[in-house]
């Protein structure tokens, strides 16, 4: 609806038949949803996994309807949705689909993400196949005198939910050129983060012999000082900057750090050096996850997530690697080196950069480089898609911004929704069970064993590097295992299977240390410890941020976990080396100890992951559009008038060769 009130209805290259006529004005009363009419996920969707629409739609189970009531040779018109102020939106049920996972999914690209984006397809699948049956129930028995029969509901509920769904689920098998090298791109600020996360560990013995363990430490530590300047400050130059300009500017931080900590002339400069690629590496953390949320399509936001974690697990084990030809006396320069090259590599691919289209319609609706480059990600060729999804990226904007409290300043609004988060009692609780498992994530001792595996493995095994390679290692190969579980199991009972094992573990460890078991064990122990956070206290911290609070609180807990996580690693990598000293054999202990209250905390409070199965994603879209009036709600029509698959070409052009050979053209 325009200024002057008036409707606008948009053009769009997908149709719909109308059962009620050839325009909205003799579109009929049309449906609503609710409880009632609209409460089951169908049988067939339950299973969760994409099928060929071969298998989905048997064509000899097709209903066909009764004389009179023909629905298949209607006037076109266009499905649309009447709000209860009386504008109006012109889409399609697979537009309706997908501008509702862009509302309802943050623009965040995180690992694990992919569970949600599923249920929500899988529910909103069913919740249009289900209005779709109420109309074409409404329209048989408006011009035949009879309705569909219980049996013929149900079959075109579960063939037009499939459709839909196969439909809705295509973004998440199509990735254009653009996107593919933006996603590189953009990981490399990941890889080069992971790689300093454990650059220190390798040449420790080489890099100015002679210093103390408390020099040492606070040269690693250093690293996480800077990390949180880079988290708070990333926001204000994404915001100020673009996405683009602030990678851009992160780049060129890893240049600087790299350069600063490859000439130090000390230790004392190699701090400052770790300090200036903290800042970098936390402003990574934010930026990527941010960037790249906003460039992909919801579908594929939990994947290219999880590709980012990948790069940097990647990272960690590049560093390992290298440390077998760089880790000497001679060479440890060129180590911390790379960090620089691989930056200068990322800045030499800039130009394939695309920036946020969120951010120029954000300050710019009318952005022609916004549709530029939605058009060139999204591989359009129409110019009504690209303003579909511009109204997708409007849309959802526009939702977040109604969601939160209009505050006149970036202070001033986080003030209220941290004071809002804490007042309520529900809200309160998933508050405080994130930063529970923030502090929880670090104080794991997970980067204790990143930061000083080769102190650990030291009299372990012959070559500590070796050890420390195989930790690496296993760490990537558990993120892929971590991310099938995220998939099939409940957040909280990763978290749990996670903590217990990685208590187990830690429970080994001492043991073996004190000569209760081989020191292969020791080795065995470490990796199952690491395997174990990967599958939970590792990812799921940060994932609950996204999947379990409401649009106008996932900024502002994304803010405050990363501030307490890079806090706690602070700690970690600043004492452990005196723990280790102190307590010997027993230096796993202290870690035991927050594991098991981990468990404890997650088995009593910790909730599971709330309004994230089909039924209750489907349960919401009823309550969110209760007042909505739905017309021409035509899935099989929809489908109908789409452009010819890629099969559809193939059968056509071998029907056309078949037809020149017999000479037969009629």
């Known amino acids: 609806k325009d200024d002057n009130g008036a409707i606008t209805?948009?053009?769009?290259?997908?149709?719909?038949?109308?059962?009620?006529?050839s325009d909205a004005g003799d579109s009929g009363a049309g449906v609503r949803p609710s409880g009632d009419s609209i409460s089951n996920i169908p049988d067939v969707l339950e299973g969760w996994h994409r099928r060929s629409m071969s298998a989905q739609v048997d064509s000899d189970n097709d209903i066909t309807p009764r004389s009179g009531g023909g629905l298949g040779h209607h006037q076109r018109a266009r499905s649309f949705m009447e709000a209860p102020d009386g504008s109006i939106s012109a889409l399609t049920p697979l537009e309706m689909g997908r501008h509702e996972l862009y509302e309802e999914l943050?623009?965040?690209?995180?690992?694990g993400l992919q569970k949600k984006e599923h249920s929500l397809s899988v529910a909103f699948s069913s919740y249009a196949a289900a209005l779709d049956t109420l109309e074409t129930d409404e329209y048989l028995e408006s011009t035949t005198g009879k309705g569909m029969n219980a049996e013929e509901k149900e079959r075109r509920l579960s063939q037009m939910s499939l459709l839909l769904l196969d439909?809705?689920?295509v973004d998440a098998t199509t990735v254009t050129t653009p996107l593919i090298f933006a996603v590189f791109i953009a990981s490399l600020l990941m890889f080069n983060a992971g790689y300093n996360i454990s650059v220190m560990n390798a040449p420790e013995p080489f890099v100015f012999p002679g210093h103390s363990t408390g020099a040492w430490s606070a040269a690693v530590a250093s690293f996480c000082v800077g990390g949180p300047i880079g988290a708070v400050l990333a926001g204000k130059w994404a915001d100020e900057r673009g996405r683009k300009g602030a990678l851009l500017l992160t780049t060129w931080i890893f240049i600087i750090g790299g350069l600063i900590q490859s000439f130090a002339p000390s230790l004392e400069v190699v701090m400052v050096a770790r300090a200036v690629i903290g800042v970098s590496s936390g402003a990574s953390t934010v930026l990527v996850p941010i960037y790249l949320g906003e460039l992909a399509p919801p579908n594929l936001r939990g994947i290219i997530g999880t590709m980012t974690q990948f790069a940097l697990v990647v990272g960690i084990l590049f560093a390992d690697l290298v440390g077998f030809v760089l880790a000497n006396a001679e060479s440890w320069r060129w180590m911390f080196s790379l960090t620089s090259v691989m930056a200068l590599f990322q800045l030499l691919l800039t130009p394939l950069l695309l920036e946020s289209p969120r951010w120029l319609l954000g300050k710019n609706p009318n952005s022609s480089k916004a549709r530029f480059i939605i058009k060139k990600l999204r591989g359009f060729r129409y110019d009504d898609e690209v303003e579909t999804e511009v109204d997708h990226y409007l849309g959802a904007s526009k939702r977040l911004d109604a969601d939160s409290d209009g505050a006149s300043s970036q202070d001033k609004e986080k003030k209220n929704v941290m004071a809002e988060m804490f007042a309520d009692k529900k809200i309160r609780l998933l508050l405080v069970s994130t930063l529970v498992l923030q502090v929880a994530n670090q104080f794991s001792g997970i980067n204790a064993v990143f930061y000083y595996s080769g102190l650990f493995f030291d009299g372990v095994i012959d070559n500590p590097l070796v050890g420390t390679t195989l930790i690496g290692a296993i760490n990537v190969v558990a993120t892929y295992v971590a991310l099938l579980l995220m998939d099939?199991?409940?957040?909280?009972?990763?978290?749990m299977w996670s903590s217990a094992g990685m208590f187990c573990s830690c429970v080994v460890i001492v043991l073996a240390l004190l000569g209760y078991f081989s020191k292969m064990v020791a080795i065995g122990a470490v990796a199952s410890y690491v395997s174990f956070f990967e599958i939970g206290l590792g990812p799921i911290p940060w994932l609950i941020v996204a999947e379990m609070f409401e649009g106008k609180y996932v900024t502002v807990a994304m803010s405050i976990s990363c501030q307490l996580n890079w806090s706690c690693n602070f700690f970690v990598g600043l004492l452990f080396p005196y723990v280790n000293e102190s307590l010997g054999p027993y230096s796993f202990g202290p870690f035991a100890v927050v594991l098991l209250l981990t468990f404890l905390y997650a088995w009593i409070w910790l909730p599971e992951t709330q309004g994230t199965t089909p039924a209750e994603l489907q349960a919401a879209l009823v309550k969110k559009n209760s007042g909505v009036t739905y017309h021409n709600m035509d899935i099989e029509g929809m489908a109908a008038t789409a452009p010819p698959s890629q099969g559809e070409?193939?059968?056509?052009?071998?029907?056309l060769a078949d037809e020149e050979q017999t000479g037969n053209y009629y």
């Open 106 to 111: 943050p623009f965040l690209a995180v690992p």
């Open 488 to 495: 099939r199991c409940g957040r909280r009972t990763l978290i």
């Open 167 to 169: 439909e809705l689920e």
């Open 9 to 21: 209805r948009r053009r769009s290259r997908l149709g719909s038949f109308s059962r009620f006529g």
């Open 649 to 655: 070409w193939e059968d056509a052009l071998a029907a």
